[in-house]
């Protein structure tokens, strides 16, 4: 029930953002005289709509994001409406290049605003993330630390201790939180995973342990039982392996996120937030090469963690987030996913509002090479001639939508 309402809660945070890019088109628009003549949530058939000046607002049955019609975007567009004179000095061709590229970047800038907010509302009520934490748990790449649990649950489920479970092989050794493991059954380890890979493939019973703690090193025999697990390898099996009854470690009364005051919370969101930034556009050069993945996901290969993730996908693990009560990365999932949908949008490529605003500037650079060596104004590029191009990215964005959503519904992303 909770993983429900965190998919829709998630998708109608989409939803809202999408809506939200539309009307920072529209405000800005009309802050500058343009003519607004219509406002959409959704798309295909109307719900309702109502009129309020020369602007129709309204709902559409399909909420799949949303739209806004500026009159003149282009001076071909001019031509297809019917304007009275004072209207045609309103068409948004006719405006100043400034403001053009205000309006056009707004969308992009509400996405940016709203990420902010999302994360400054995520420190005041849920906290973000804590760098310790994070940090602690980056750490068990580098080094096999163990947190010694009191049990051993011994079915694939994820639950607290019962009186039915056995107890920790590792506790009942000797072994305390904070040791480290360096070697199973003289088998060298160097980071956790290591360390879980080697213990669920010895056999169930007595395994040889090199520990080390406080610089000191011990040899310790622990008695490895049979549990059932997820395999590491192969999605979607369980498999039977031995456990040891240990954990990753955490150093104590290190929390998993910090709150912050109304104050505090601006400095802490934007720091996380330039960081994020930073990560989105790490993630974007790496794009290309994840496309290839994303096709061996839908072939039936394992689902590489890190490839791009649609609607779809997003608002699934938003559900599991939901679940397991982890509402600070829900909420950081969100922001993040505005802000790549703002620094996608300003990419310089027709429809995006990016390749519009890369067109008006191209515009005005050519008519200053014209003037400078005594040639006429060459004038508006015809956007007629640039649909071939248009329609080839929009053919591409197409199959990667289709690409990734696929991927998220035959081989989702899970979390671990």
């Known amino acids: 029930m909770v993983q429900a309402l965190g998919v829709i809660l998630f ?3 989409i939803f809202v953002s999408v809506c939200l890019h539309e009307a920072g088109h529209m405000w800005t628009a009309k802050r500058f005289g343009m003519k607004v003549t ?4 959704g798309f295909g058939p109307t719900l309702f709509s109502f009129r309020r000046g020369e602007t129709e607002y309204g709902l559409k049955a399909i909420p799949l994001g949303g739209f806004v019609k500026i009159v003149g975007m282009t001076p071909q567009e001019e031509e ?3 304007l009275s004179e004072a209207d045609q000095k309103r068409v948004m061709w006719r405006k100043p290049l400034w403001q053009r590229t205000i309006v056009l970047s707004a969308g992009s800038a509400v996405h940016f605003i709203l990420a902010f907010v999302i994360m400054w509302l995520a420190a005041l009520f849920v906290g973000l993330p804590n760098a310790a934490y994070a940090q602690a748990y980056e750490d068990q790449t580098k080094y096999s630390r163990i947190t010694v649990m009191p049990c051993v649950v ?9 009186v039915t479970d056995p107890k920790s092989p590792a506790q009942e050794a000797g072994l305390r939180s904070g040791d480290t493991i360096t070697k199973v059954n003289d088998k060298a380890v160097a980071n956790y995973l290591e360390l879980v890979t080697a213990i669920r493939a010895a056999p169930a019973g007595p395994a040889t342990l090199t520990v080390t703690a406080d610089g000191a090193e ?5 008695n490895l039982v049979a549990v059932q697990r997820a395999s590491l390898t192969v999605k979607d099996k369980t498999e039977t392996v031995s456990a040891l009854g240990v954990s990753t470690y955490m150093p104590p009364g290190v929390p998993t996120t910090v709150t912050y005051g109304p104050v505090d919370g601006v400095g802490a969101a934007g720091s996380f937030y330039m960081d994020t930034l930073g990560n989105t556009f790490t993630a974007l050069k790496k794009f290309p090469e994840k496309v290839p993945k994303l096709w061996d996901a839908l072939t039936g290969s394992e689902r590489d963690p890190e490839t791009p993730i649609s609607v779809v996908g997003a608002s699934r693990i938003g559900g599991e987030l939901a679940d397991r009560g982890l509402w600070s990365v829900f909420l950081w999932l969100l922001a993040s996913l505005n802000i790549f949908v703002g620094i996608f949008n300003l990419l310089p490529l027709l429809p995006l509002d990016g ?6 500037w191209f515009e005005r650079v050519r008519s200053w090479f014209a003037a400078r060596r005594g040639r006429p104004d ?4 015809d956007y007629a001639k640039l649909m071939p191009v248009t329609y080839v990215v929009i053919i591409v964005f197409g199959a990667f939508t289709l690409l990734t959503v696929g991927a998220d ?4 992303i899970t979390l671990k």
């Open 378 to 381: 060459p004038g508006r590029v």
């Open 355 to 360: 390749g519009h605003i890369a067109v008006a």
């Open 154 to 162: 011994v079915a694939n489920e994820q639950r607290t201790c019962n």
């Open 409 to 412: 519904i035959f081989n989702p």
């Open 38 to 41: 219509r406002y959409f949530a």
């Open 11 to 13: 998708a109608l945070g």
């Open 218 to 222: 011990r040899t310790v025999t622990a």
């Open 80 to 82: 297809e409406e019917e």
